[in-house]
């Protein structure tokens, strides 16, 4: 029996395969947010985007992962409080913010080594699929910023047990 996924008032589930179980996919449809991560050889490369953007997106991260200088940032504005977020949304917004770098920040952009849009996911235990559609213009917007769309799937943390009682 393969995955069968409904609609439902208050999300989307889908049967467990070959359980006949209904499982809710954590956090409606299981899409966290969107990540931006920029990389780039040296701290200096990224200062004039990181000096920008402070204010305007909320930094997440910043430091050296496997020889690249990164800075990781989620977007701080208008989809964050709504109910029905998703990721051609905050790809918009995160683009917006790009698209409105002065000419220094943008030089930086288009000189930094990593540019990715990293769509986060949580799906629950024997869950087998998950579909998060982004729309067209999105997509063009990435391609024209000359960055990536990366997906990551997260599973739920194990629940902390509590030891046996003797």
């Known amino acids: 029996m393969a995955a069968s996924w409904q609609r439902r008032k208050f999300?989307?589930?889908?049967?467990?395969?070959?359980?006949?179980?209904?499982?809710?996919?954590?956090?409606?449809?299981?899409?966290?947010?969107?990540?931006?991560?920029i990389g780039a050889r040296s701290r200096a490369l990224l200062a004039p985007i990181?000096?920008?953007?402070?204010?305007?997106?909320?930094?997440?991260?910043t430091g050296r992962i496997r020889g690249?200088?990164?800075?990781?940032?989620?977007?701080?504005?208008?989809?964050r409080g709504r109910r029905?977020?998703?990721?051609?949304?905050?790809?918009h917004e995160l683009a917006d913010a790009i698209?409105?770098?002065?000419?220094?920040?943008?030089?930086?952009?288009?000189?930094?080594?990593?540019?990715?849009?990293?769509?986060?996911?949580e799906v629950a235990r024997?869950?087998?699929?998950?579909?998060?559609?982004?729309?067209p213009v999105a997509v063009r917007r990435v391609a024209a910023l000359h960055g990536r769309i990366v997906f990551t799937v997260y599973q739920p943390a194990p629940s902390k047990q509590s030891p046996p009682r003797k």
């Open 11 to 37: 999300g989307y589930h889908c049967w467990e395969r070959g359980r006949g179980k209904l499982v809710v996919v954590g956090k409606e449809d299981g899409f966290c947010n969107v990540d931006l991560e």
């Open 50 to 61: 990181m000096e920008q953007f402070e204010g305007q997106l909320f930094e997440m991260y």
């Open 68 to 79: 690249l200088y990164r800075a990781h940032y989620e977007s701080a504005g208008r989809s």
């Open 84 to 91: 029905r977020c998703n990721p051609t949304t905050v790809i």
């Open 99 to 121: 698209e409105g770098l002065n000419a220094t920040a943008r030089r930086a952009w288009k000189a930094a080594a990593m540019r990715d849009f990293n769509v986060g996911v």
């Open 126 to 135: 024997g869950v087998w699929g998950a579909e998060h559609v982004i729309d």
